[in-house]
């Protein structure tokens, strides 16, 4: 089935470190791929997304990802992470049923940073 | 200005009895969403409405139906509420609901906690 698979449930990292969150996905053409962040209490915030062409894709707060096709992966990475980067990561591909578009959603990777 | 909203923040409320939630956005979006979070915090959809039309309907009990009055209001009404729907519920909105395309993001409400005693 066509999905996205975050492996790493938790993670931490000191403050001022870099990051990498794993991404992979499985679906058969070039997928529409997705980073949301919710912090404790609030709703999803889109970080990123890619659709096409540059596959070093730039987000918000210092965020960026890259789509890399021969390992079915969209590793969302932050040079130096903030206390406040703290929170819950989604990735997330587009699905189409025949009839509409949604959002698959990973499990999701909670990071910690200790300072 | 918020974009999308959802009332009630929380919701506390006993089994068998019947409650909504209602969600607003402010977008110019045709596409509104009802997602589930677990307390796993995993997120799946329930429902989805493109210009009123229903268009994604999930596997879900029939005790939950949406109503989508406009564009921009989209309710979840539960009926004989059980204590698995316990739950974070989520709207949201975008562009392009039916074909994804460049401008397709979606944008979530802060979140209703559904508490079932």
């Known amino acids: 089935a066509q999905s996205v698979t975050q492996p790493d449930i938790h993670i931490t990292v000191s403050e001022g470190a870099s990051l990498e969150l794993r991404c992979n996905y499985s679906?058969?053409?070039?997928?529409?791929l997705f980073w949301y962040v919710q912090s404790p209490g609030q709703g999803l915030q889109l970080l990123l997304k890619y659709f096409s062409g540059d596959t070093l894709v730039q987000g918000i707060k210092g965020f960026e990802a890259e789509f890399k096709r021969s390992q079915s992966s969209f590793n969302l990475r932050k040079p130096s992470v903030h206390w406040s980067d703290a929170a819950e990561y989604f990735c997330a591909v587009v699905l189409y049923t025949g009839t509409a578009s949604k959002l698959t959603f990973g499990t999701g990777t909670r990071l910690q940073v200790t300072l | 200005d918020t974009a999308v909203s959802q009332t009630p923040k929380y919701l506390v409320t006993q089994m068998g009895n019947d409650k909504s939630i209602k969600c607003e956005q402010n977008l110019g979006h045709d596409t509104m969403y009802w997602y589930k979070q677990d307390s796993k915090k995993f997120l799946k959809i329930m429902f989805s409405?493109?210009?009123?039309?229903?268009?994604i309907n999930e596997t879900v009990p029939n005790r939950f139906s949406p109503k989508s009055p406009d564009k921009a209001h989209l309710n979840l009404h539960i009926n004989s509420l059980e204590l698995g729907d316990s739950a974070v519920y989520f709207c949201a909105s975008s562009h392009q609901g039916a074909i994804a395309g460049p401008h397709y993001e979606q944008y979530f409400g802060p979140g209703t906690r559904l508490t079932v005693t």
């Open positions: 409405y493109n210009n009123k039309e229903l268009i």
């Open positions: 679906y058969g053409a070039t997928p529409y």
